[in-house]
């Protein structure tokens, strides 16, 4: 693990080099960044900003903006005769700093902002302009530092959340800080769903359909909470909050609706689309996304917009995840969804992403499904997935699902292999597998089902010996 080092220690070896060897204060950052990483230190949390290192106005060293601003605050806290302006300057200066980058968070966290901040909050807490500006710094301090999240914090915040449950603007700001103290923390995330986290975000769905802005935000913070992306914990609950989401908060429901009533707004399409994904996580979910006319709105969508890189990457997604369902399978296709599929792939051949989310979506359909995958070839799939290995040769991900895309062609419909090698296929196969050791077992499986010639490693070979019982 890279070594670390305080901002203050920092400070004072770019100093010494002012003071000892005459340097201005670009070399003098310069020749201390590189001393320290020679020694292996990590500097990401450390500002570096040579501005900041001439003299101040009392001829000593000059504070950090974002360090006299918390004092400023804290001062003023203590003070009867502070005025909101003060506060909200003060507030805003701390949001400014802290939007720069993540050293200038880390060095607020350090310096006692977020103490300074729950403060405010808890202090106004009846006053929406004050909370709306206390919360916006609160944002940007705890953007990546959610290990500064206290219990009292987490209580606020849900209680906040209540007494603000008609104030859309507020709402968004809330919701927004509660989302940012769930990314990459496990704990936070089952603090906050102790607390009926769930219930009051689905419940502000189904309170706020004309509001856009709210509705996003929304439906970010719930794919926050089926993340597993928390590595200090060996198995996170990100399934169980997806079926929580599903089955307590009855999402699904709501989210379709608000898809009928948002049909022509692309943005907020995406991210509903993007939160379908991440909740069907069961087949029964699949199904009744389905039942619902999930997958006819997602298609008439995706039809609608299939020239937006946007919406069609998003709608590739939610496909992909709900294709989990063999019934859902034929579903897609006969509202002609692999062609739509195929045209999204022609369409933007040259999107890299758009590319991988396509052989992915077309691999999910055709797996277990010749029907389909005589739909995929009647349609020319097949050459633009060969098109999409050629265009992408650098990128794993579209040479690992084009690799299985093609295999579920085959699998259980050998006639399609001479259309196949016809293009090429066997080449850009061996090309991916000697350029990407990602894509190994699927490339050669593909090979193998090609009928290709292939060499498999024996990884375990067994000795023939019995097993004696003692």
């Not at 900041?52 to 974002?66: K, R």
């Not at 499986?445 to 003692?470: H, I, N, S």
Request: proline fraction near 2%.
């Amino acid at each position: 693990m890279a070594k670390q080092i305080t901002q203050q220690t920092f400070d004072e070896v770019v100093r010494e080099n002012m003071s000892e060897f005459d340097m201005d204060a670009d070399e003098a950052v310069d020749d201390a960044v590189k001393q320290f990483e020679s020694q292996g230190v990590n500097l990401s949390i450390i500002v570096k900003d040579p501005k900041l290192y001439a003299s101040g106005d009392d001829g000593g060293p000059q504070v950090h903006p974002v360090i006299e601003a918390i004092q400023d605050l804290t001062s003023s806290l203590e003070s009867s005769e502070a005025t909101k302006t003060q506060f909200c300057d003060y507030l805003a200066m701390i949001q400014k700093e802290c939007d720069i980058d993540l050293a200038r968070r880390c060095l607020a966290g350090s310096n006692g902002a977020y103490p300074a901040l729950l403060k405010v909050m808890i202090s106004h807490q009846e006053d929406p302009n004050m909370i709306c500006n206390a919360l916006a710094s609160f944002c940007s301090l705890t953007n990546g530092q959610p290990d500064l999240l206290t219990s009292e914090g987490i209580e606020l915040l849900i209680s906040l959340l209540k007494r603000y449950k008609d104030n859309p603007d507020s709402l968004v700001l809330i919701v927004r800080a509660i989302r940012l103290n769930c990314v990459k923390h496990e704990s936070n995330r089952q603090a906050f769903i102790s607390l009926d986290l769930i219930i009051l975000l689905t419940d502000g769905l189904k309170e706020h359909k004309s509001k856009p802005s709210l509705i996003k935000e929304i439906c970010t913070c719930l794919r926050a909470l089926t993340l597993d992306d928390d590595i200090r914990v060996p198995f996170g609950k990100a399934h169980d909050n997806a079926k929580t989401i599903v089955t307590e908060g009855d999402a699904l429901k709501a989210i379709l609706q608000l898809c009928e009533e948002h049909e022509n707004n692309i943005s907020v399409l995406a991210e509903m689309f993007l939160t379908l994904a991440a909740l069907v996580v069961r087949n029964e979910f699949c199904k009744e996304t389905m039942d619902r006319g999930g997958v006819k709105l997602i298609m008439k969508a995706f039809n609608g917009g299939v020239k937006d890189k946007g919406i069609v990457r998003q709608a590739l997604i939610v496909l992909k995840a709900l294709a989990g369902n063999d019934e859902v399978k034929v579903e897609i296709a006969k509202l002609g969804g692999i062609e739509l599929i195929v045209l999204a792939l022609t369409t933007h051949q040259t999107n890299a992403q758009i590319a991988e989310a396509a052989c992915r979506v077309l691999t999910a359909v055709t797996l277990r499904n010749t029907d389909n995958s005589k739909c995929v070839m009647d349609c020319y799939g097949h050459q633009h997935i060969v098109q999409a290995m050629k265009l992408h040769p650098n990128e794993v991900n579209v040479q690992k699902y084009a690799c299985m895309a093609l295999r579920n062609l085959v699998t259980r419909n050998k006639e399609n292999s001479p259309s196949i090698l016809s293009l090429g296929a066997e080449s850009l196969i061996n090309e991916a597998l000697a350029h990407h050791k990602g894509v190994e077992d699927e490339a050669k499986a593909v090979l193998r089902d090609l009928g290709c010639k292939v060499e498999f490693k024996e990884l375990w070979k067994g000795t023939g010996a019995t097993l004696e019982a003692e």
